[in-house]
């Protein structure tokens, strides 16, 4: 492993670009973290969706290359195929639609939502929508 200073002179050697600079040292900063918890079968999915949504993609593909580890390909493919937003069960507007204001509530009832979803509590987009009305309704 490179210390900070050799990492550096690597990264100025071969004329490395900011956001390359970046990748890198995001990798270099949470791969112990990162490859903790993606190799651990016992990490909830929504600690490692957190953990991996603090990164850049490109971040994330470093890992999967240099890591080589099937848990960590399977987390990451997870976390990639959710980040979109394009399958989780409820969305902010069907939040509003059951009668909360838009705002930062919506953010945290979002989230918490994906949370229950990625760690299988919720089968379908009935039960979010259910959990969700009675974390709405007081």
């Known amino acids: 492993s490179l210390s900070g200073e050799q990492l550096a002179r ?8 900011r956001e390359e600079r970046s990748v890198v040292e995001a990798y270099r900063a ?3 973290a990162l490859g903790r ?5 016992r990490t909830p999915a929504s600690k490692v969706f957190s ?6 993609y490109e971040t994330l593909a470093l890992f999967d290359i240099i890591d080589g580890n ?3 390909a399977r987390h990451i493919g997870r976390f ?4 979109g937003n394009r399958d989780f069960y409820v969305r902010g507007q069907d939040l509003v639609d059951l009668g909360l204001k838009p705002g930062p509530r919506v953010k945290k009832i979002l989230g918490r939502l994906r949370d ?3 760690d299988g509590k919720l089968k ?3 039960e979010a929508l259910a959990l969700a009305g009675k974390w709405i309704s007081p």
């Open 10 to 17: 690597v990264l100025n050697d071969f004329a490395f670009n």
């Open 30 to 32: 949470h791969r112990a």
């Open 37 to 41: 918890h993606l190799r651990n079968g």
């Open 51 to 56: 953990l991996c949504a603090s990164l850049p």
């Open 70 to 72: 099937q848990a960590s």
């Open 80 to 83: 990639l195929k959710f980040s």
């Open 116 to 118: 229950a979803q990625l």
């Open 124 to 126: 379908s987009r009935s």
